[in-house]
């Protein structure tokens, strides 16, 4: 037998998981390449803000840094929603039992209004006829509403037109059926005194007459106030027209002195008269010399031109037929 010295090496595995060994090996000798750092995108390539959030990093999320306060309002925001539901949800159930009570104890409830009721009806219908108005107090108060509206408007009608010359109107009233108050009379408070000048008089008793007459249907009273005003009127207007005639009178006078002290001028009628007297001597004195120079004629001779103008004038004329009716004129 021969024995040899060499060791003869056998290959044999050094692990379970060959496959294994070998990718860890291979990720020690493979050259480790360091994070690059993230870069803000320009102006021209920043999109809409959700794409922006959505290709964020986690590492660009820890370098913009996070709101833990806004973190924190948001979830103190939502425990007080789910603490506030959960509450309504308590109370709903609670209204939910009430209503359920409720339901239990409305048929004893409705028997007995319909109880009450049944007694309460005939005093009901006792106050209801009691407070609803007859026909005849409606009749009433139709007449009280129609009068009441006819004062009205006869009396706002006088103090429209009047003015300042007239008071507000004061009105008597009349309770109706129905509780309320109607006007029934009225009268407007007016001022008939008269201003101190014919013009002021004149302007304030027009506006009065005016005033008087207004209403559609004027009453006794208005018709005497406006005759009131009227006789008023005719004064102050002849009193007028003298001041003015005399105003004229003295403008158009031309026997007062000229110039502050001159020569007095003579009046008109008096240079009117002696003009006439000389005009009427110069004609008698005309008419006598005419007589003294005409020829004088024989009074026979005059008695027959008259005969014969007349006969010949009298056949000229037509025939008239004499009236029969017993109308004259006379002048």
Same mark, same amino acid.
Not at 157 to 171: D, E, I, L
């Given at each position: 037998m021969n024995i040899t010295p060499h060791a003869n090496n056998l290959p044999l595995a050094t692990v379970v998981n060959p496959p294994t060994d070998s990718l860890r090996r291979d990720n020690v000798q493979r050259e480790v390449i360091s994070q690059t750092a993230a870069m803000n995108p320009s102006a021209a390539e920043k999109g809409v803000a959700s794409e922006k959030e959505r290709v964020k990093t986690p590492a660009q999320n820890i370098e913009e840094g996070v709101d833990f306060s806004a973190i924190q309002e948001q979830a103190e925001l939502e425990n007080s929603t789910i603490n506030e539901r959960e509450q309504r949800q308590g109370n709903e159930q609670e209204s939910a039992q009430q209503n359920s009570q409720q339901e239990d104890l409305e048929p004893e409830a409705q028997s007995a209004e319909t109880s009450d009721s049944t007694q309460a009806s005939p005093s009901s219908e006792g106050s209801e006829d009691s407070t609803s108005p007859t026909p005849?107090?409606?009749?009433? +108060?139709?007449?009280? $509403?129609?009068?009441? %509206?006819?004062?009205? /408007?006869?009396?706002?009608?006088? &103090?429209?037109?009047?003015? =300042?010359?007239?008071?507000?109107?004061?009105?008597?009233?009349?309770?109706?059926?129905?509780?309320?108050?109607?006007?029934?009379?009225?009268?407007?408070?007016?001022?008939?005194?008269?201003?101190?000048?014919?013009?002021?008089?004149?302007?304030?008793?027009?506006?009065?007459y005016d005033?008087?007459?207004?209403?559609?249907?004027?009453?006794?009273?208005?018709?005497?106030?406006?005759?009131?005003?009227?006789?008023?009127?005719a004064p102050a207007q002849s009193e007028l027209l003298q001041q003015q005639l005399s105003k004229e009178s003295d403008e158009n006078d031309l026997?007062?002195?000229?110039?502050?002290?001159?020569?007095?001028?003579?009046?008109?009628?008096?240079?009117?008269? +002696?003009?006439?007297? $000389?005009?009427?001597? %110069?004609?008698?004195? /005309?008419?006598?010399?005419?007589? &003294?120079?005409?020829?004088? =004629?024989?009074?026979?001779?005059?008695?027959?031109?008259?005969?014969?103008?007349?006969?010949?004038?009298?056949?000229?004329?037509?025939?008239?037929?004499?009236?029969?009716?017993q109308f004259e004129l006379t002048a």
């Open positions: 005849e107090e409606r009749a009433i +108060i139709r007449e009280l $509403e129609a009068r009441d %509206l006819e004062v009205r /408007t006869h009396e706002q009608a006088h &103090a429209a037109v009047g003015g =300042r010359y007239t008071g507000a109107p004061s009105y008597s009233y009349e309770t109706g059926p129905d509780g309320k108050r109607y006007a029934v009379e009225g009268e407007v408070s007016v001022d008939l005194s008269k201003p101190s000048s014919p013009e002021e008089t004149i302007a304030k008793m027009r506006k009065v005033a008087a007459l207004a209403p559609a249907n004027p009453s006794t009273q208005d018709l005497r106030v406006a005759a009131e005003a009227s006789r008023t009127i026997s007062k002195p000229l110039g502050g002290g001159g020569p007095q001028i003579e009046s008109l009628n008096s240079d009117e008269s +002696i003009e006439s007297g $000389e005009f009427d001597n %110069l004609i008698d004195s /005309t008419i006598a010399a005419q007589e &003294a120079i005409s020829p004088s =004629r024989d009074q026979e001779i005059d008695r027959r031109a008259v005969r014969i103008e007349t006969f010949y004038l009298n056949i000229n004329q037509a025939y008239e037929r004499p009236s029969r009716s």
